[in-house]
């Protein structure tokens, strides 16, 4: 009896390291249990396999819907920009020179929404593969900040920031987008004249860049829901945006085995933190 259970644990142990190497068959069907539990095992297998190759067509199909959307939209939006450019340019009286600017506004949020919908199908999909290496985040820091610059200084908002150098590792070119997107945020949701301050803190395991603005905050209920694709809190909702960048930013961050967090006081202020593995 204990000789039979060796042998059944032995078997029981082949079946399970080869349906783990994909190279499992099964024997001989007969009546044992051993044989039923073998079929059974079987078709758990060719089951599994079968819903992972669908898995498979589908994240296929769905980047090349994305990449086609991309494809066939970018010419048809880049001659409505050049036409509004050009229509904007002739003698207008004052409403059609606004419709004119309105038209170019809303095409630029179309495009802009179009592109980030590319970034999230290539993350998601696993298409384009985030790659950290050794970098000095204040290169990338400085990065960001020097491409938000001129938005904040059309809306009259300064950003501070002490260069701090630190050797840690992450995906530079992604990280840089995540941190766009937050800088993004905080200039968009403050007021004239305000400041925007970014700054590093290095811990044992984690290194922090903190973004704190003087804008007008995140309701209490908001704060577990803003990181959400498409999400849009109630104060915002008559302001410009479509609710991706941040989940954008999530996606870039935890896809390096970073999180980030945020912190706000309502009419005040709203700090986010992005940590990075030291």
Known sequence: MMFMDKKVMERLDEMLEDGINGTFEESNYNETQLSKLESKWMRYLTSSKLSYQKTERDRERLKELVSDISHQTKTPLAN??????????????????????????????????????????????????????????????????????????????????????????????????????????????????????????????????????????????DLPRIFGRFYRGQNVREQGGVGIGLYLSRQIIEGQGGYITVESKLGRTSVFKIFLPV
């Open 80 to 221: 409505i920009l050049l036409y509004t450019q050009l229509l904007q340019e002739q003698n207008l009286d004052g409403r059609s020179r606004q419709l004119a600017s309105e038209i170019q506004q809303q095409s630029e949020k179309l495009n802009f929404l179009i592109q980030s919908l590319v970034k999230i199908s290539r993350l998601e999909t696993g298409t384009f593969q985030l790659s950290p290496c050794e970098h000095d985040i204040n290169d990338t820091i400085i990065s960001a900040t020097e491409q938000i610059a001129p938005k904040a200084e059309s809306m009259q908002i300064q950003i501070f920031y002490t260069p701090e150098r630190c050797i840690t590792k992450f995906d530079s070119k992604w990280t840089r987008e995540a941190l766009f997107n937050i800088l993004d945020n905080a200039i968009k949701y403050s007021p004239k004249n305000s400041v925007v301050t970014v700054s590093v803190s290095v811990f044992e395991m984690f290194a922090c860049i903190c973004v704190a603005d003087q804008g007008i905050g995140i309701p209490e209920e």
